[in-house]
């Protein structure tokens, strides 16, 4: 770990552990077993959830990394650790939505697994105890979450994630549907990439039959799970 030393527990959300280190500008992430939906009001535990979520993040941010896609990575400490660099989230969760299904299918009354012409990006005000309600950018500019420019760059850089990871998974026969980001700042104010890119935050569905490889698996109580978490990172090339 570069000589780091782990220290105090900073925040522990519903899928990680964040604790400090010896250098300020670096966190450890500890990825948990923990399941959450519908914004905890269901919760239960997947069996090595955290070490597939840390794997699949990490082959994700490096993938990214390739493709000059800056994250917070910085590097794999163990089966559930992650070093990643500090950052001030960013209260504006990006969704890029390919096909529609969840919560748009429902908002709008499309069909579930509808094709779209362009992906679509919507803005989530990042607010357990509110839902994650959807929110404009005129939203987040007038109540301070982001600047209009900020926004700009969280959307270009969304939009610059999906042409990477939605071939790079179409070619290992998934599509990716849809899935949420979070960006945060450094101290000297640059946004990056944060948080995780895994099953928790992306809805993978099989190319060929569209079997759901992802959350919603727990979700809507369909069973097998783990063994979806597995092919996701069997298919990544993250076990």
């Not at 945060?184 to 944060?194: E, K, P």
């Not at 569905?205 to 069997?234: C, N, P, S």
């Amino acid at each position: 770990m570069s000589e780091l030393t782990r220290g105090e527990l900073l925040n522990e959300g519903k899928a990680k552990k964040i604790y400090a280190t010896s250098d300020a500008d670096k966190v450890i992430f500890y990825f948990k077993d923990d399941a959450t939906a519908f914004n905890a009001q269901k919760k239960g535990s997947i069996n090595s959830k955290g070490i597939l979520n840390n794997r699949i993040s990490a082959r994700f941010f490096k993938l990214l990394k390739e493709k000059d896609i800056s994250s917070h990575y910085l590097e794999t400490l163990s089966d559930r650790e992650m070093l990643v660099r500090k950052v001030e989230i960013i209260p504006c969760e990006t969704v890029v939505r390919n096909i529609v299904t969840g919560s748009l299918a429902k908002r709008l009354g499309r069909p579930d697994g509808e094709e779209i012409s362009r992906p679509l990006v919507e803005f989530y005000y990042k607010d357990d105890a509110l839902g994650d309600p959807l929110i404009t950018d005129d939203h987040a500019v007038v109540f301070g979450w982001a600047t209009q420019e900020e926004l700009d760059e969280l959307r270009r850089q969304a939009l610059a994630v999906n042409d990477v990871l939605r071939p790079f998974m179409l070619e290992r026969g998934i599509i990716l549907v849809d899935f949420k980001l979070e960006f945060g700042r450094t101290s000297d104010g640059t946004i990056l990439l944060a948080d995780e890119i895994c099953p928790d935050t992306c809805r993978f569905w099989d190319a060929k039959t569209r079997k759901k490889l992802d959350k919603d698996r727990f979700r809507q109580d369909l069973g097998e799970v783990e063994d979806a978490y597995h092919e996701i990172a069997e298919r990544v090339g993250a076990e």
